[in-house]
T-cell receptor
Framework: DAGVTQSPTHLIKTRGQHVTLRCSPISGHKSVSWYQQVLGQGPQFIFQ???????GRGNFPDRFSARQFPNYSSELNVNALLLGDSALYLCASSLGVGLTDTQYFGPGTRLTVL | GQQLNQSPQSMFIQEGEDVSMNCTSSSIFNTWLWYKQDPGEGPVLLIALYKAGELTSNGRLTAQFGITRKDSFLNISASIPSDVGIYFCAPRQGGSEKLVFGKGTKLTVNP
């Protein structure tokens, strides 16, 4: 079975632009979470979606938004990009949202904002 | 916010040596996960712990969920070159949807 897939793998944008990142969960998984990982740090939680509903949101500005589609894939959108948005964006999928529903990560999308 | 302290920050060891790293917090967690991340890749799950006091092994890896639910350790025995990478603890609180990641322990293994 395929793992979590993300696209694109790399992306270069300029300040002020917007970006859309995509994630396909492991087959059968209904929850998708998004994390931002700045160089040298651990991942930071941005959003969690389950059954197309937002279940949680981290401490990120409203420029960050996401959605989950009926096939459980997800998009992360970031508007008005800042230099500080440069990071590895990770998507994780899990069967559900219970404490024992382990999150499995994709390879990430490397976003560079110039 | 939740304070999570992961140590050591980095380790340089010889192949064949044992490794120990840990995470401590002032907050109580219900789940402790350990992930390994290679450069340019996403974190890969190593061990999941769900009960306080639980000791779990996965090959040469052993991890324990602290009895106070505020800490966890990961041991690697007989290290090999492919153990190189960054190891993260990632606990989770009940009622919370997010994993809280430590800053990572960077492991270098000299052949």
């Amino acid at each position: 079975d395929a793992g979590v897939t993300q696209s694109p793998t790399h992306l270069i944008k300029t300040r002020g632009q917007h970006v859309t990142l995509r994630c396909s969960p492991i087959s059968g998984h209904k929850s998708v979470s998004w994390y931002q990982q700045v160089l040298g740090q651990g991942p930071q939680f941005i959003f969690q979606y389950y059954e197309k509903e937002e279940r949680g949101r981290g401490n990120f500005p409203d420029r960050f938004s996401a959605r989950q589609f009926p096939n459980y894939s997800s998009e992360l959108n970031v508007n008005a990009l800042l230099l500080g948005d440069s990071a590895l964006y990770l998507c994780a999928s899990s069967l559900g949202v219970g404490l024992t529903d382990t999150q499995y990560f994709g390879p990430g999308t490397r976003l560079t904002v110039l | 916010g939740q304070q999570l302290n992961q140590s050591p920050q980095s380790m340089f060891i010889q192949e064949g040596e044992d490794v120990s790293m840990n995470c401590t917090s002032s907050s109580i967690f219900n789940t402790w996960l350990w992930y390994k991340q290679d450069p340019g890749e996403g974190p890969v799950l190593l061990i999941a712990l769900y009960k306080a006091g639980e000791l779990t092994s996965n090959g040469r890896l052993t991890a324990q969920f602290g009895i106070t639910r505020k800490d966890s350790f990961l041991n690697i025995s007989a290290s090999i070159p492919s153990d190189v990478g960054i190891y993260f603890c990632a606990p989770r609180q009940g009622g919370s949807e997010k994993l809280v990641f430590g800053k990572g322990t960077k492991l270098t293994v000299n052949p």
